[in-house]
């Protein structure tokens, strides 16, 4: 039977130059300060496609010597991860649009691990991800290590919400239903997590009988037992918490970078559905104006 670090680690993929550019340009513009990068989302299913924006976790070593701007600092160590914007032209003339994502190694190695609350980050990255160019064997093993922590997290949480037994299918679209539930998602949580199941159906009936031993011959796995109300409740707080936190995230990324606020407007209205009209001053200067723009899009229920 393989191990979860088995199957974790046949999960990687060698990145085309395209992608090897674009993290050669991050790690330049945060020199000395980055220690590996986790490849993610769905442009790893499609990695030839230009037009798919990339999604990495850049992990580094010191949010100090991270960030030039102090407030980004800050932000970060409160409300990680930090997120960047970056789009480079490649000599062949293709353009790459990217959204990076800074967090600290031992923040990351926390936020995937059994006493992490909020599962923005153990439930993201229990789920299929390529950990790229780290800077050497032990930085490797300690994502890798946390990445396991974030899977065990996740099937942890999610065995509660049945009684006894599941099909894998069943029990990961569930999990991942409910933490897509605390973010701010503009798809259907349900429908996602389906998609995701279904797309890795192979991956996730290795992990579960990883875990949980071999399902019968129906395919149904028996699970530990755990209190279905307890489970229940700690989602309940999770989405009560999660987007709020989601939207404090989202905003705090407005001023990273040129036409930030637009960024973050287009994003807000393709998760919440909620548009709002801001002045220039408030598009020039969106961490002056950030009371009123979270006030304005509060009301019309963007976080909730």
């Known amino acids: 039977m393989r191990t979860i670090q088995d199957i974790l680690a046949d999960e990687f993929i060698m990145p085309i130059q395209r992608i090897e550019t674009v993290c050669a340009d991050i790690r330049a513009r945060h020199p000395g300060r980055v220690l590996a990068f986790v490849y993610y989302g769905s442009s790893l299913r499609d990695m030839e496609d230009p037009e798919k924006m990339l999604d990495f976790y850049v992990l580094v070593d010191s949010y100090r010597k991270t960030h030039k701007n102090p407030i980004r600092v800050v932000l970060n160590k409160l409300f990680p991860p930090a997120v960047y914007y970056h789009a480079m032209t490649h000599e062949d003339g293709i353009r790459t649009t990217c959204k990076y994502s800074i967090m600290s190694l031992p923040a990351f190695e926390r936020r995937c691990s059994s006493s992490a609350f909020l599962s923005v980050t153990w439930g993201r990255f229990s789920q299929p991800c390529v950990v790229l160019f780290p800077s050497d064997d032990v930085i490797r093993m300690r994502v890798q290590t946390a990445r396991e922590n974030a899977v065990r997290h996740m099937a942890a949480q999610t065995v509660p919400l049945f009684d006894g037994q599941a099909s894998s299918s069943k029990f990961w679209a569930k999990g991942f239903m409910q933490s897509y539930r605390t973010e701010l998602r503009p798809e259907s949580s349900e429908g996602r997590s389906e998609e995701i199941v279904l ?10 009988t990883a875990l949980y031993g071999e399902p019968n011959d129906d395919g149904i796995y028996s699970l530990p037992p755990g209190s279905k109300f307890g489970a229940q409740t700690k989602w309940f ?8 936190s989601a939207a404090v995230r989202i905003l705090s990324s407005a001023f990273t970078f040129e036409g930030g606020f637009d960024y973050v407007a287009d994003k807000l209205e393709r998760h919440s559905g909620v548009k709002i009209e801001a002045s220039e001053s408030q598009r020039k200067h969106p961490v ?10 509060w009301r019309k229920g963007a976080f909730r």
């Open 199 to 208: 797309r890795y159906k192979d991956r996730y009936e290795a992990i579960l």
């Open 237 to 244: 707080f999770r989405r009560f918490l999660g987007k709020p």
């Open 288 to 297: 002056l104006w950030s009371p009123v723009l979270a006030w304005k899009y």
